[in-house]
């Protein structure tokens, strides 16, 4: 089995903001992003940056060196999803395997290659969507949190979670497959492009929509993620 696990292409879509306003250590939380990736993903890898409305261009300079990235840069105004959708489209065009949806306030340590070996060894990760675990209670709805990772591959029901209906997994770090990905996006799209849940309610939107065909979503207790929640984010969607 590990002989073939090294044919496995994965890609991490990040999302990335930078502003003196609201997030002025957005770059460097991107580089720690990236250099937490590069020093522990053991599977061919692709990365693609999604500047989200930034001031300015990314200073490709200050990021780590003989680093292969793709940079999209995107000033549009379509949200926290547009900006996901973007990512996810980079990685199918680049026939990823395992994609990894993400945002730079994370820190990606070993556990990464426990998660990719864990989706594309499931029997399910066709039709699936996958979380990790995090100690980050302002983040982790409470059937994600814990404080190391384990062993464990947990199925989640479309049962109201932590008082919302669908809300199975947070939408803070999501995995799937590019098969996955092609079988419930609409117009290259996999969450909705509707302004009302372009910057919340996404998780809610994409279980409501694509549960009813088939759509599973697992908690992968192997990956143990750090999540830097910072209050950024829910600044930018008031703006």
């Not at 590990?2 to 306003?21: A, C, D, I, M, R």
Request: glycine share 6%; proline share 3%.
């Amino acid at each position: 089995m590990e002989q073939t696990l090294p044919q496995v292409k994965v890609g991490f879509s990040v999302t990335n903001h930078y502003s003196e306003k609201i997030r002025p250590n957005g770059r460097e939380l991107l580089k720690e992003y990236l250099v937490s990736v590069q020093n522990s993903c053991k599977y061919p890898f692709e990365v693609f940056i999604i500047d989200n409305q930034s001031e300015n261009m990314l200073d490709e300079s200050k990021l780590p060196s003989n680093f292969h990235y793709h940079y999209v840069k995107d000033q549009s105004i379509g949200g926290l999803t547009h900006a996901w959708n973007l990512g996810i489209r980079e990685a199918v065009k680049h026939k990823c395997d395992v994609i990894f949806n993400t945002n730079e306030d994370l820190i990606i340590n070993e556990s990464i290659n426990d998660f990719v070996s864990a989706i594309w060894n499931h029997k399910y990760k066709n039709v699936s969507i996958y979380g990790p675990v995090s100690n980050d209670e302002g983040v982790s709805t409470h059937h994600q949190r814990r404080d190391e990772a384990g062993t464990k591959l947990i199925e989640t029901t479309n049962d109201p979670w932590d008082g919302r209906q669908g809300y199975a997994l947070n939408g803070f770090f999501y995995g799937f497959t590019r098969t996955m990905v092609k079988k419930f996006w609409i117009d290259e799209n996999l969450f909705s492009p509707e302004q009302w849940c372009s910057w919340n309610g996404q998780e809610i939107e994409i279980h409501d929509r694509c549960w009813p065909l088939g759509m599973r979503s697992f908690i992968a207790e192997q990956c143990f993620v750090e999540h830097m929640k910072l209050k950024d984010w829910q600044h930018f969607r008031s703006c």
